[in-house]
């Protein structure tokens, strides 16, 4: 058993291995490798993951959401009642600081994900 590099992602693995553990390239239908057909998987693969990151940023924005609908809702109710609420206080401030900070994260992760998609590219 050797070990060699996944021409995907160019991680280490088995050669005797029929999918990268990694990246999940198949290297069962193509016996040999062909460049196009590892530049399309790497482009699947790239949006594949910008497109969960969006599904994540979805899910943060909704977090951000649950915390500042209730905590706009409790202060417009405390300014009609002439007792305006501390907002810094209000539950709602940490739904929105998590989901912020998890948004924060994602486009993070997205800046990093779309850098290593350039960097995978050959140069021309
Ligand atoms: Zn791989």
């Not at 196009?36 to 693969?45: A, I």
Request: aromatic content about 12%.
């Amino acid at each position: 058993m050797a070990l060699v590099k996944c021409p995907a992602c160019r991680n280490r693995m088995s050669s005797l291995a029929k999918v990268c553990p990694a990246c999940g390239f198949s290297f069962d239908k193509e016996a040999t490798i062909d460049p196009e057909q590892v530049k399309l998987f790497q482009k699947r693969q790239f949006r594949q993951r910008m497109y969960q990151l969006r599904m994540f940023s979805y899910v943060a924005m909704t977090i951000a959401m649950i915390g500042a609908i209730p905590m706009l809702w409790d202060y417009i109710k405390g300014v009609e009642n002439a007792q305006p609420i501390e907002l810094m206080s209000h539950w709602g401030v940490f739904a929105v600081a998590l989901g912020f900070l998890m948004y924060l994260g994602i486009r993070a992760g997205m800046i990093w994900v779309r850098r290593n998609y350039r960097a995978s590219l050959p140069k021309e």
